[in-house]
């Protein structure tokens, strides 16, 4: 059996590399600025890679979304990014599949479950996105009204990880 110092040294040493800053050159760097980043200011830009390189990601990866939000850049963080956080630490034990509120399209709300093991026990933690507080407003809704299952799953599963791993996802929305 391993030790308990181990399993967190090597969790630790997961987490650390995970974290490492890629590099970007310059030819990827144009090609961000024309498709990840298109129509981002040159101080936009320059955060939205100070937040990639924060969080040990390449732009390129998509695992941080460059966004504008009423004319200002805000960083919208990947599920992917939130879910492989979550698997990093070892600890992840899954989740269950969305419930939804509401008869109609789109769903009032979604509550997603996510289980971590924590001192050996596996414990749920539930969150609950109602859709009034996350669709964007039109215009910047596509996907919204395309997938508005998913898209409010998606929610639902990102609060829930964040409960749970609180530590792994602090600052990531």
Same mark, same amino acid.
């Given at each position: 059996?391993?030790?308990?110092?181990?399993?967190?040294?090597?969790?630790?040493?997961?987490?650390?590399?995970?974290?490492?800053?890629?590099?970007?050159?310059?030819?990827?760097?144009?090609?961000?600025?024309?498709?990840?980043?298109?129509?981002?200011?040159?101080?936009?830009?320059?955060?939205?890679?100070?937040?990639?390189?924060?969080?040990?990601?390449?732009?390129?990866?998509?695992?941080?979304?460059?966004?504008?939000?009423?004319?200002?850049?805000?960083?919208?963080?990947?599920?992917?990014?939130?879910?492989?956080?979550?698997?990093?630490?070892?600890?992840?034990?899954?989740?269950?599949? $969305? @419930?939804? #509120?509401?008869?109609?399209?789109? %769903?009032? /709300?979604?509550?997603?479950?996510? *289980? !971590?093991?924590?001192?050996?026990?596996?414990?749920?933690?539930? $969150? @609950?996105? #109602?859709?009034?507080?996350?669709? %964007?407003? /039109?215009?910047?809704?596509?996907? *919204? !009204?395309?997938?508005?299952?998913?898209?409010?799953?998606?929610? $639902?599963?990102?609060?829930?990880?964040?409960?749970?791993?609180?530590?792994?996802?602090?600052?990531?929305?």
């Amino acid at each position: 059996a391993r030790r308990p110092q181990t399993e967190t040294a090597e969790r630790g040493t997961r987490m650390t590399e995970a974290l490492a800053v890629p590099t970007v050159t310059a030819d990827q760097l144009e090609l961000v600025k024309k498709t990840v980043a298109q129509g981002a200011t040159d101080a936009e830009l320059r955060l939205y890679l100070y937040d990639c390189a924060r969080q040990g990601v390449h732009p390129l990866d998509r695992l941080i979304h460059f966004t504008k939000r009423g004319g200002k850049y805000t960083p919208v963080t990947s599920i992917d990014l939130m879910r492989t956080r979550a698997a990093d630490t070892g600890e992840y034990a899954g989740n269950d599949d $969305a @419930t939804f #509120r509401g008869g109609g399209e789109p %769903p009032i /709300s979604a509550t997603v479950t996510v *289980w !971590r093991l924590v001192q050996g026990q596996r414990c749920a933690f539930t $969150a @609950t996105a #109602r859709w009034e507080e996350y669709c %964007p407003p /039109s215009g910047q809704d596509h996907m *919204w !009204r395309k997938m508005p299952f998913t898209m409010l799953a998606k929610c $639902a599963e990102a609060l829930a990880l964040r409960k749970g791993f609180p530590r792994q996802l602090a600052g990531l929305y």
